[in-house]
């Protein structure tokens, strides 16, 4: 089992930044991919970034050029920088584990095994 927690979450302006970290305990070495999620009111849940043990990563074409996703693994910790944040990206953050060998092509909720549970960023315009 792996255990995740995230933090960091808040409000902020649009075009501000904000990061957030997410927290792995337990049994680590089982997953090979590490993302981010999120979740807006009424909406379904949506990859936003992802990063796996050999250094690739992926990012959703709404945050790219905005967000970094990063690790690191001396503290089992994972990032997500976030800049020009805008009222489009409030929702509830989440990380997520997968005991796969590589991140999936698509980032989907069923790809992921493990989850936290979830921090609340809030952009305002």
């Known amino acids: 089992q792996v255990q995740l927690v995230e933090s960091g979450g808040g409000s902020v302006q649009a075009g501000g930044s904000l990061r957030l970290s997410c927290a792995a305990s337990?049994?680590?070495?089982?997953?090979?991919?590490m993302a981010w999620f999120r979740q807006a009111p009424g909406n379904e849940r949506e990859g936003v970034a992802s990063s796996d043990r050999f250094g690739s990563t992926t990012y959703a074409d709404s945050v790219k050029g905005r967000f970094t996703i990063s690790e690191d693994n001396a503290k089992n910790t994972l990032y997500l920088q976030m800049n020009s944040l805008s009222p489009e990206d409030t929702a509830r953050y989440y990380c997520?584990?997968?005991?796969?060998?590589?991140?999936?092509?698509?980032?989907?909720?069923?790809?992921?095994?493990?989850w936290g549970q979830g921090t609340q960023i809030t952009v305002s315009s």
């Open positions: 997520a584990a997968a005991r796969s060998f590589l991140c999936p092509v698509v980032l989907t909720v069923a790809n992921f095994n493990y």
């Open positions: 337990g049994d680590t070495a089982s997953t090979n991919c």
